[in-house]
């Protein structure tokens, strides 16, 4: 995942930019659905301007580099150093709120109480009996939820001893019975822990915004007249 400041021209011109993605996958098999294999990449680039507003909404995926540790981030630029010091304005409960809605309309696609059931990997289902890697990011998601309103951070990679539970859970060596209770249990364990989160309820979204604002101006300055 990547951010960057895009051009004047692509903030204000009919042509906007927002993201890039790129999958080794597709360009090899010829198809957008194609499934990575180790050494594939998986790139998406955003606009800092969509980077920050999904961060303020709590989304869970885009919150993760700003808690990257340093060895595993690739570049990182001295206005990319001041976006991750932004992570504390961009705490907040309604980030544990997004944590615990994509919880659980995960699990209920998981189960099928919610649209279609989600199978995308009938090889997982034919080995564990569902699709154990599903249930591995939707379980991964209660646990960072969890820590994240009881902290306002994130540990990465997650901490023992769930990184070795859910190791387990994505070789398929936990019970569907066992992997949904403990998706119960962590569920309403995060749900309790929003209420007496020490996170303020809304991020600071004034600051943040001005701080982008500014980030904006700084770098067009530095590009020159279009």
Not at 38 to 67: E, F, H, Q
């Amino acid at each position: 995942m990547g951010v960057l400041v895009e051009p004047f021209d692509a903030v204000v011109g009919f042509t906007r930019f927002e993201q890039f993605i790129y999958r080794s996958a597709a360009e090899r098999e010829g198809r957008a659905d194609a499934k990575s294999r180790a050494g594939d990449l998986d790139l998406v680039i955003y606009s800092l301007r969509k980077y920050v507003r999904l961060c303020l909404a709590g989304n869970p995926t885009m919150m993760l580099p700003l808690y990257a540790p340093p060895d595993a981030v690739s570049v990182c630029t001295p206005l990319g150093e001041e976006l991750r010091a932004l992570a504390p304005q961009v705490a907040s409960r309604r980030a544990g709120h997004a944590f615990l809605g994509y919880l659980r309309t995960q699990k209920q696609r998981l189960l099928g109480e919610r649209g279609q059931m989600r199978v995308r990997r009938p090889e997982l289902v034919a080995r564990d009996g569902y699709d154990s890697k599903y249930a591995m990011h939707l379980c991964r998601l209660g646990y960072q939820g969890l820590e994240f309103v009881q902290t306002g951070r994130l540990t990465l990679p997650i901490s023992e001893p769930a990184r070795s539970w859910l190791f387990a859970l994505r070789q398929g060596e936990i019970p569907m019975r066992e992997m949904l209770a403990r998706a119960t249990e962590i569920e309403d364990a995060l749900r309790a822990a929003i209420d007496t989160s020490p996170l303020p309820e809304e991020p600071d979204e004034a600051g943040v915004e001005a701080w982008m604002l500014r980030a904006y101006r700084r770098v067009w300055a530095e590009d020159g007249p279009r």
